[in-house]
């Protein structure tokens, strides 16, 4: 069992930027792969990027390639999500979660965060 809390959103104007963490409690955080997801009003869940249990593999949606950038402390049980270059399309409830795939899908992850409000102002 996994309990996931994201911290860090927050309402920022575009161009700016932010880092997301994802605080994990459970004996076995460093054997999950961790995917962050958002959700903006009226739209379906998106994926945004997932890093691999040991860091060393990350995937992103091309919506947010070269701009946000994910890893992962293994010792602090805590991954991250740094933004830069926000845009008013990256409004959106960002939500991180811990599965066995380095996916774009949710069928891949099986514990969830509540989620972070992130709000880009232009």
């Known amino acids: 069992q996994v309990a996931l809390v994201e911290s860090g959103g927050g309402l920022v104007q575009a161009g700016g930027s932010l880092r997301l963490s994802c605080a994990a409690s459970g004996r076995f955080f460093s054997s999950y792969d961790m995917g962050w997801f958002r959700q903006a009003p009226g739209k379906e869940r998106e994926f945004v990027g997932a890093?691999?249990?040991?860091?060393?593999?990350?995937r992103y949606a091309d919506s947010v390639k070269g701009r946000f950038t994910i890893s992962r402390d293994n010792a602090k049980n805590t991954v991250y999500l740094q933004m830069n270059s926000l845009k008013p399309e990256d409004t959106a409830v960002y939500s991180c979660?811990?599965?066995?795939?380095?996916?774009?899908?949710?069928?891949?992850?099986?514990?969830w965060g509540q989620g972070t409000q992130v709000t880009v102002s232009s």
């Open positions: 979660a811990a599965g066995t795939a380095v996916a774009g899908t949710t069928r891949a992850y099986h514990y």
């Open positions: 890093i691999s249990w040991s860091g060393g593999t990350t």
